[in-house]
């Protein structure tokens, strides 16, 4: 799987939009971009994922660029609740053995009241 | 809906026993996943089931880490002769199918500590 990189943290003010950069510069074209997020004591919770075409759901949007090497995770209107780690991954299909998640150091999101 | 449920949530034990940790799948999925979490660390894949396929057993720590899933839903993760080392927070995962594309969706684990 390709390796990912994310600012280790960033603030954003209740009530604005959070936007989350990750870089993947080395993807192939069989892997998909996931972003999940992981509130202190809690599991990892899944958000988004997506291909090449840019996607919305309940929770975010997901922004993938052009050339694929870059995306951003965008939280419309953050709230305190949105305070959490955000882990960007990049996985292939199938793959063999194990199909095991791994996460990186991913970003701390803090949002200001 | 009803997500991945994981009991118990918490577990103190003495080193040298016995812990078995329960996970229930999302109804449906067949791909089922067991992690570990140490304090501030990232996840460490343990083991895999697929449907009646033979599980990947590739992450499993030592020969004291088993799992079994029966019937295709419910899975035991179970560790024997606990270990200081083994406290940590198990986190178990599904999924609707393998391969990948589809997302794994967590349970919020057990967060195990031997005294």
């Known amino acids: 799987d390709a390796k990912t990189t994310q600012p280790p943290s960033m603030d954003c003010a209740e009530g604005r939009a959070a936007n989350l950069p990750c870089n993947h510069s080395?993807?192939?074209?069989?892997?998909?971009v996931y972003w999940y997020r992981q509130i202190h004591s809690q599991g990892p919770q899944y958000i988004i994922h997506?291909?090449?075409n840019n996607e919305t759901n309940e929770m975010a949007s997901l922004i993938i660029t052009e050339d694929r090497k870059s995306s951003t995770l965008i939280l419309p209107h953050a709230t305190l609740r949105d305070t959490a780690v955000y882990y960007c991954?990049?996985?292939?299909?199938?793959?063999?053995?194990?199909?095991?998640?791994?996460f990186g150091k991913g970003t701390h999101l803090i949002i200001q009241p | 809906g009803a997500g991945v449920s994981q009991s118990p949530s918490n577990k103190v034990t003495e080193k040298g026993k016995d812990v078995e940790l329960r996970c229930d799948p999302i109804?449906?999925?067949?791909?089922l996943y067991w992690y570990r979490q140490s304090l501030g660390q990232g996840l460490e894949f343990l083991i895999y089931?697929?449907?009646?396929?033979?599980?990947?057993k590739s992450g499993l720590p030592s020969d004291r880490f088993s799992a079994e899933r029966t019937g295709g839903s419910v899975s035991t993760l179970t560790i024997q002769r606990t270990q200081q080392e083994d406290s940590a927070v198990y986190l178990c995962?599904?999924?609707?199918?393998?391969?990948?594309?589809?997302?794994?969706?967590f349970g919020d684990g057990t967060r195990l500590s031997i005294l």
């Open positions: 995962a599904s999924s609707i199918d393998r391969g990948g594309v589809q997302p794994q969706h």
């Open positions: 080395t993807i192939s074209g069989n892997e998909y």
């Open positions: 997506g291909l090449k």
């Open positions: 991954i990049v996985r292939g299909l199938g793959g063999g053995g194990a199909d095991g998640l791994t």
């Open positions: 109804s449906g999925h067949t791909a």
């Open positions: 089931f697929q449907g009646n396929s033979a599980p990947d």
